[in-house]
């Protein structure tokens, strides 16, 4: 099992990143995909996940309305569309792997090595 972060940067506030979560050795379909972020000093925060099958979506309320997370299920890969990034949005993302969704890092078996958001103001 692996997952391969990748799409981060460094952004003005008010633009866009797309995030990508590539899994290999299992079909990321048939799980629970979550992405989380660490900021510098902070612990690490449950951000968006979408559940296997139907892919129903969850957002921390400080995202919801700007951040998509969304699956491509031929690629085997899940993305998070973030729109009207903001500066306290700055850190480094991970995606992470589960069979049930939940907001607790915990909860998740399988990590990507993160990609860095940086947003300015």
């Known amino acids: 099992v692996q997952l391969q972060a990748s799409g981060g940067g460094l952004v003005q506030a008010g633009g866009s990143l797309r995030l990508s979560c590539a899994a290999t050795?299992?079909?990321?379909?048939?799980?629970?995909m979550g992405w989380f972020r660490q900021a510098p000093g902070k612990e690490r925060d449950f951000v968006s996940a979408?559940?296997?099958?139907?892919?129903?979506?969850y957002y921390t309320d400080s995202v919801k309305g700007r951040f998509t997370i969304f699956r491509d299920n031929a690629k085997n890969t899940v993305y998070l569309q973030m729109n009207g990034l903001k500066p306290e949005d700055t850190a480094v993302y991970y995606c992470?792997?589960?069979?049930?969704?939940?907001?607790?890092?915990?909860?998740?078996?399988?990590w990507g090595q993160g990609t860095l958001v940086t947003v300015s103001s």
């Open positions: 050795g299992f079909t990321s379909s048939n799980y629970v």
């Open positions: 992470a792997v589960g069979t049930l969704v939940s907001h607790d890092g915990n909860e998740y078996n399988y």
């Open positions: 979408i559940s296997r099958s139907i892919g129903r979506t």
